[in-house]
Nanobody, 125 residues
Framework: QVQLVESGGGLVQAGGSLRLSCAASGRTVSTYDMGWFRQAPGKEREFVAH????????NYAGSVNGRFTISRDNAKNTVYLQMINLKPEDTAVYYCARKLMGSGSVIQQTGYDYWGQGTQVTVSS
């Protein structure tokens, strides 16, 4: 079993920054790709960012590219999402997830097996 716990969410004004953390416990995630997703009110959950196990391959949704940075510290079993220049449309619950080994697509939710409970990010205009 793997437990993923997100933290770092909160209320921030447009243009502000936040750093989300996703701490894994139970089993290491250092050999797994990880992803961040988000779900805004009334919308389906969507892909935000992906990082491979080594940190050398990274993918972003177009809407966050250039503003968000995903990273990881395998020694701490933790994945991060640095968000800058936040916009009201970034308001959502943010989830981290562990990617299934061998699942091809990094943007499909079905390719991830363990999920955290989420952390709320609210960006005011």
């Amino acid at each position: 079993q793997v437990q993923l716990v997100e933290s770092g969410g909160g209320l921030v004004q447009a243009g502000g920054s936040l750093r989300l953390s996703c701490a894994a416990s139970g089993r290491t995630v250092s050999t797994y790709d990880m992803g961040w997703f988000r779900q805004a009110p009334g919308k389906e959950r969507e892909f935000v960012a992906h990082i491979d196990w080594s940190g050398s391959a990274i993918n972003y949704a177009g809407s966050v590219n250039g503003r968000f940075t995903i990273s990881r510290d395998n020694a701490k079993n933790t994945v991060y999402l640095q968000m800058i220049n936040l916009k009201p449309e970034d308001t959502a619950v943010y989830y981290c997830a562990r990617k299934l080994m061998g699942s091809g697509s990094v943007i499909q939710q079905t390719g991830y097996d363990y999920w955290g409970q989420g952390t709320q990010v609210t960006v005011s205009s």
